[in-house]
T-cell receptor, first 114, second 113 residues
Framework: DAGVTQSPTHLIKTRGQHVTLRCSPISGHKSVSWYQQVLGQGPQFIFQYYEKEERGRGNFPDRFSARQFPNYSSELNVNALLLGDSALYLC?????????????FGSGTQLSVL | DAKTTQPNSMESNEEEPVHLPCNHSTISGTDYIHWYRQLPSQGPEYVIHGLTSNVNNRMASLAIAEDRKSSTLILHRATLRDAAVYYCILRDVSGGSNYKLTFGKGTLLTVNP
């Protein structure tokens, strides 16, 4: 069975640009979460979606947005990129996202902002 | 969210047991203790979780102190493939934010051949 897949794996952008990252969850999983991991730190929660509705949002500016599609895949969008947005962006999926379900993470998209 | 404290790094030898400690002195009664690990160039991977009793699975064992203020992840025979950052995370099942994981910096485990 395919795990969580993310695309692209690497991306280079310049300040002020916009970026879209994509995530396909494990088949049957209806919840998708996004995390940002800066070098040397643990991942930080950005968003969770369940059944196409936003369930939770972390402490990130409005430049960050996401959505979930009817097939449960998801996109993370970041506008007006800053140098500080350079990080590994991780997507995780689970059945419903709560009740102690384990999360399954993809390998991430490495974003570099120049 | 309740906080956890882990050593920054630990070192072990291949085929020896490894005990990774985690302190969580402010744990609440509804906090589950979760462990994830992150291998180089990969996303985090679930290892194990528990509430009060010790837990075993094919990857590891979780020993939880009687007062639940600390726990230990036990790898019975470390292999080179166990070299990773190990995160100890508390997850409150009663709260409205149990959908997210709050990661700290974790413990970087080095396994020597």
């Amino acid at each position: 069975d395919a795990g969580v897949t993310q695309s692209p794996t690497h991306l280079i952008k310049t300040r002020g640009q916009h970026v879209t990252l994509r995530c396909s969850p494990i088949s049957g999983h209806k919840s998708v979460s996004w995390y940002q991991q800066v070098l040397g730190q643990g991942p930080q929660f950005i968003f969770q979606y369940y059944e196409k509705e936003e369930r939770g949002r972390g402490n990130f500016p409005d430049r960050f947005s996401a959505r979930q599609f009817p097939n449960y895949s998801s996109e993370l969008n970041v506008n007006a990129l800053l140098l500080g947005d350079s990080a590994l962006y991780l997507c995780a999926s689970s059945w419903t996202g709560d009740n102690n379900e384990k999360l399954f993470f993809g390998s991430g998209t490495q974003l570099s902002v120049l | 969210d309740a906080k956890t404290t882990q050593p920054n790094s630990m070192e072990s030898n291949e085929e020896e047991p490894v005990h990774l400690p985690c302190n969580h002195s402010t744990i609440s009664g509804t906090d589950y203790i979760h462990w994830y690990r992150q291998l180089p160039s990969q996303g985090p991977e679930y290892v194990i979780h528990g509430l009060t009793s010790n837990v075993n699975n094919r990857m590891a064992s979780l020993a939880i102190a009687e007062d639940r203020k600390s726990s230990t992840l036990i790898l019975h025979r470390a292999t080179l493939r166990d070299a990773a950052v190990y995160y100890c995370i508390l997850r409150d099942v009663s709260g409205g934010s149990n959908y997210k994981l709050t990661f700290g910096k974790g413990t970087l485990l080095t396994v020597n051949p």
